[in-house]
């Protein structure tokens, strides 16, 4: 008697549950492709949470990919990364918005997309450009963003702009000329500046060295006609916006919170400690980002420098 396991002839056999399975070489780049996907979504959380973009423009990215990781973000993951939103604020603001918790952003219906915008809007309102702005532009953003290398490059492709030169305390780093990059002083000569009224703002940078803006070429250049780009910290930048309201502010942003952690690593002009601290002070430099007219991302420095060029104009 034939086995009634055995199919009839001319069948195919079934097909076992190992035979079923993908392939190996599948399964591994699925599980790396998922594992690349967490991780995007985990730098997106954390570039919310740093405050490096805007909830709004996590909301915009997933809305115009709801393939993309931000369009696979689950809302409670979105809303948790927004600071001051802890758990218990997220479930109330999910059943104010008729939520679910399993709702990804890339799949939320256009009543939910418009009430968690309006929602968004209302509490973290995003930049809006001021008018009658003037020909004094301010670049500012937190440290190892790059401001420096931006201002370079303007300076060598926009003539037409004049670079203000800082004075300050600190010693020269490799290939920085007095009265090119900085000027260089000491404290009784910076001392000296201010006593003069000779600099338009100044603070202390990191707790260490002392910054400035000599007044006179820049009062020389807005005479002539001419645009002047200063290159300076938030604190500085604050100090200009108060003595001349119309002043321009432009934010420099990284393209990610772990883009500046790398930057200011790869740059090994601070130890580890200096490292840390000032990685703490550009959280709170990111922050200040609303206080400006503008916000420039620096992924790429001709880009960023060419942006930052037409605000100036």
């Known amino acids: 008697m034939p086995d009634s396991r055995t199919p009839p002839d001319g069948a195919s ?5 190992a035979q079923a399975r993908p392939p190996e070489v599948d399964r ?4 790396r492709r998922a594992v690349a996907a967490r991780r995007e979504r985990a730098a997106l959380k954390k570039d919310v949470a740093m405050r490096v973009i ?12 709801p393939t993309s990781p931000a369009g696979a973000m689950r809302v409670p993951e979105f809303l948790t990364a927004i600071p001051a939103i802890g758990e218990g604020k997220r479930d109330r603001i999910l059943h104010d918005l008729e939520i679910s918790p399993v709702k990804r952003l890339g799949g939320l219906g256009s009543r939910q997309r418009e009430d968690l ?3 968004l809007d209302a509490r973290w309102p995003e930049l809006e450009p001021r008018g009658g702005r003037s ?6 953003g937190p440290t190892a963003v790059g401001k420096g290398t931006v201002a370079a490059h303007i300076k060598a492709h926009h003539p037409e702009i004049l670079l203000s030169v800082s004075a300050t305390t600190r010693a020269p780093r490799p290939g920085e000329v007095d009265g090119e990059h900085y000027f260089f002083v000491d404290d009784a000569e910076f001392d000296r500046m201010i006593a003069d009224d000779e600099l338009l703002e100044y603070a202390t940078v990191h707790n260490a060295y002392r910054y400035g803006t000599p007044r006179t070429p820049i009062e020389k250049a807005l005479a002539q006609g001419r645009t002047v780009l200063l290159e300076i910290d938030l604190q500085g930048a604050r100090q200009v916006r108060e003595a001349d309201p119309s002043a321009t502010l432009v934010f420099l942003l990284p393209p990610s919170w772990d883009e500046l952690v790398q930057r200011l690593v790869g740059r090994g002009t601070e130890d580890t400690a200096e490292r840390a601290r000032r990685l703490r002070t550009a959280k709170t430099e990111l922050a200040s980002q609303a206080e400006f007219d503008f916000r420039v991302v620096n992924d790429d420095i001709a880009r960023a420098a060419d942006e930052v060029a037409r605000l100036a104009h």
């Not at 591994?28 to 599980?31: K, L, R, T, Y």
């Not at 805007?54 to 990919?65: G, K, S, V």
């Not at 020909?135 to 500012?140: D, G, K, N, P």
């Open 13 to 17: 056999p079934r097909t076992t549950g």
């Open 28 to 31: 591994v780049a699925a599980s």
């Open 54 to 65: 805007t909830p709004q423009e996590l909301l915009r990215r997933a809305l115009a990919d």
């Open 117 to 119: 915008r309006s929602f």
């Open 135 to 140: 020909r004094l532009v301010v670049l500012a």
